[in-house]
């Protein structure tokens, strides 16, 4: 028996940005700093996309069926939607055309370099954006913890094609085509982003707001999660 959707914090417009906003002004020191970074979209680097040789798509790795999700705190595609992101003046729509939970890292580990760290499962995401002039791919991946998610970003870093994802969500060509990559707590989070001559002048904000939007919304799942 299918079991109610959990409501995500992305659902709801600024409730990401009001919670970073709060802790920023209680936290001291680093941990301040962390936060402040994910409202600094422009923070973080960008990485030149090298594509990788295409080859077969990864399949989808389901669970046992027939069992009950457990109330823990693993990921799944179905608890992404679409995106739909406003803060201030500033508004991201983009529409959810894919998603795939994987049982394993092993479907969309190219180089072993995930399996390194202790990968223990991956989401893959893919949203379309101004009448599919922009495309976006968002690998989401989790460790068993923090140390074990900072080694996988150190392996990462620089390490083009090292992780598969699905060629057929993207654009052929491109203009814009780039790629970040993060880690927030025991996720890394990957997003790829691309877009043609009439997206190209939008691509690069959408990019940096879809990227740290997500990637901020794990400061607080993990804590949700066993509350």
């Given at each position: 028996?299918?079991?109610?959707?959990?409501?995500?914090?992305?659902?709801?417009?600024?409730?990401?940005?009001?919670?970073?906003?709060?802790?920023?002004?209680?936290?001291?020191?680093?941990?301040?700093?962390?936060?402040?970074?994910?409202?600094?979209?422009?923070?973080?680097?960008?990485?030149?996309?090298?594509?990788?040789?295409?080859?077969?798509?990864?399949e989808e790795e389901p669970g046992p069926s027939g069992?009950?999700?457990?109330?823990?705190?693993?990921?799944?595609?179905?608890?992404?939607?679409?995106?739909?992101?406003?803060?201030?003046?500033?508004?991201?729509?983009?529409?959810?055309?894919?998603?795939?939970?994987?049982?394993?890292?092993?479907?969309?580990?190219?180089?072993?370099?995930?399996?390194?760290?202790?990968?223990?499962?991956?989401?893959?995401?893919?949203?379309?954006?101004?009448?599919?002039?922009?495309?976006?791919?968002?690998?989401?991946?989790?460790?068993?913890?923090?140390?074990?998610?900072?080694?996988?970003?150190?392996?990462?870093?620089?390490?083009?094609?090292?992780?598969?994802?699905?060629?057929?969500?993207?654009?052929?060509?491109?203009?814009?085509?780039?790629?970040?990559?993060?880690?927030?707590?025991?996720?890394?989070?990957?997003?790829?982003?691309?877009?043609?001559?009439?997206?190209?002048?939008?691509?690069?904000?959408?990019?940096?707001?879809?990227?740290?939007?997500?990637?901020?919304?794990?400061?607080?799942?993990?804590?949700?999660?066993?509350?």
């Open positions: 028996m299918a079991h109610p959707r959990q409501p995500d914090v992305r659902e709801y417009p600024g409730v990401v940005t009001a919670l970073v906003l709060i802790l920023v002004v209680l936290l001291p020191g680093g941990l301040a700093y962390s936060l402040y970074r994910y409202l600094d979209p422009a923070s973080a680097p960008a990485l030149t996309v090298s594509w990788p040789a295409a080859g077969p798509e990864p069992q009950a999700r457990p109330p823990d705190r693993r990921i799944h595609a179905d608890q992404y939607g679409d995106w739909n992101f406003r803060m201030g003046d500033v508004a991201f729509q983009a529409r959810k055309v894919g998603g795939w939970t994987y049982a394993s890292c092993a479907p969309v580990d190219r180089r072993g370099l995930l399996a390194a760290s202790g990968c223990e499962r991956v989401v893959q995401l893919a949203y379309r954006a101004y009448g599919g002039h922009l495309t976006a791919i968002q690998m989401i991946m989790a460790f068993p913890g923090e140390k074990a998610a900072q080694a996988a970003l150190k392996r990462l870093t620089g390490a083009s094609g090292a992780v598969k994802w699905r060629r057929d969500t993207m654009l052929d060509t491109y203009a814009y085509g780039k790629q970040r990559l993060t880690r927030t707590r025991s996720y890394v989070l990957l997003t790829v982003v691309t877009a043609d001559k009439t997206a190209r002048a939008r691509a690069a904000r959408f990019h940096r707001y879809l990227h740290a939007d997500h990637a901020a919304s794990f400061l607080f799942r993990d804590s949700a999660a066993s509350g």
